[in-house]
């Protein structure tokens, strides 16, 4: 029989999972971003939730809440690393070497706790756990992304703007 080291699969999965996004954040620094860009990301991980129809990933009010807060902690460290700027009339999000040193950070960081939170809940709980905190990380941190967009665009649009009503 085959023992299956989950910690191990978890754990290479995360690692995967960073590398990706580090991988997709610098090929988008390339073209112009939008709010659906922006917006989609944890409108499509939201249904992840769906998890806790499942009796198996049902975890306490505390543990959910504890793991939302510490998501909005780990959001700040992306909020200050992230940052767009105008190019013409578009906007784009910034390269940034601090962003990619933020993601391993906090993935070192998720794989510590990743290993001591398991001692005390299943494997499914520990899941649900950890959904609820990168929920917790990517929320405010995209809605802060949306908001600063919101804010060039209508810096890029209140020129064109003026201009046309100076011609008339």
């Keep these: 029989m085959h023992h299956v080291n989950y910690q191990l699969i978890t754990t290479l999965v995360a690692v995967v999972m960073a590398l990706m996004v580090i991988f997709i954040r610098l090929r988008a620094s390339r073209k112009p971003t939008s709010a659906k860009k922006i917006l989609m990301p ?24 504890l793991a939302f807060l510490v998501g909005l902690l780990f959001a700040y460290p992306l909020v200050v690393s992230s940052k767009m700027f105008v190019d013409g009339t578009e906007i784009y999000l910034k390269r940034s070497k601090g962003f990619i040193i933020v993601l391993l950070v906090l993935l070192v960081i998720r794989i510590a706790l990743h290993g001591y939170i398991e001692k005390f809940v299943t494997i499914p709980q520990t899941g649900a756990i950890f959904f609820i905190l990168a929920f917790g990380m990517l929320l405010p941190w995209r809605v802060v992304m949306y908001v600063q967009f919101l804010k060039l665009k209508r810096s890029v649009e209140t020129p064109a703007l003026s201009r046309a009503n100076e011609i008339r």
Excluded: C, N
């Design 42 to 65: 944890p409108i499509g991980m939201s249904t992840g939730f769906l998890m806790f129809v499942s009796p198996r990933v049902h975890i306490s009010l505390e543990y959910a809440a």
